[in-house]
């Protein structure tokens, strides 16, 4: 009898394997979540070591620039906010003309000696800026249409006379702005003023393009 009792009971699976399969698998994820992490940490570390440089590059280039216009500047005759040269309108210019005042010719021949070393040392080129006030151009002026026109025709002046004066033709071109981007208010004489500028900026040199004609 007691043979037949003991013949019907199944023994039990063993539990130990499974668990330890479990284990296995949990230690498996856990192994790839902790890699995960830590190339996200290295990324963002590379990442941020990449931002410091740029940053630290940029003071650099900066300072560069101040040094490069130290005169200038001592003088008041320009000024360098956030890396743009700013020349005043009424240095360059009569009021509603692009023709250069012998003061403000004077004063772009001494930035082209600073401002090509420079271009050199950083491999960068020059973005020159016309801006104007928001006032409406006087009656019967046929060389410019609006202050579009007229900001552009600055912006070339300037420029031609840089190159004029030895900056690479191939580092500089120009761009007009008209009455946007103010810098003051144009609510009186002192604000349109300030507007009326010319304003030159160091920018990264565009890529070289490749000359192989597109299929």
Do not use: C, H
């Not at 580092?171 to 002192?190: H, L």
């Not at 920018?203 to 192989?212: C, D, E, F, M, Q």
């Amino acid at each position: 009898m007691s043979e037949d009792i003991d013949g019907g009971v199944e023994p039990s699976a063993p539990i130990w394997p499974v668990f330890g399969d479990l284990m296995s698998a949990l230690l498996g994820a856990f192994v790839l979540i902790l890699v995960s992490v830590i190339g996200l940490q290295l990324e963002l570390s590379s990442r941020l070591d990449q931002e410091v440089k740029q940053r630290q590059q940029e003071t650099q280039r900066r300072k560069t620039l101040e040094q490069a216009l130290a005169g200038p500047l001592a003088a008041g005759r320009v000024t360098l906010v956030n890396g743009r040269i700013g020349i005043s309108g009424n240095v360059l210019f009569a009021l509603n003309s692009d023709r250069l005042q012998p003061e403000g010719r004077d004063l772009l021949k001494s930035l082209a000696g600073p401002l090509s070393a420079y271009l050199r040392a950083n491999d960068q080129i020059l973005m020159v800026s016309g801006f104007t006030d928001d006032q409406q151009l006087r009656e019967g002026n046929r060389r410019f249409a609006d202050n579009w026109e007229l900001s552009a025709q600055r912006a070339l002046t300037v420029t031609r006379a840089l190159i004029d004066a030895g900056v690479p033709g191939n580092s500089i071109f120009a761009a007009a702005f008209g009455s946007q981007q103010p810098v003051s208010p144009n609510a009186d004489d002192a604000g349109r003023a300030k507007n009326r500028r010319v304003e030159i900026a160091p920018i990264p040199r565009p890529a070289a393009t490749s000359g192989k004609p597109r299929e």
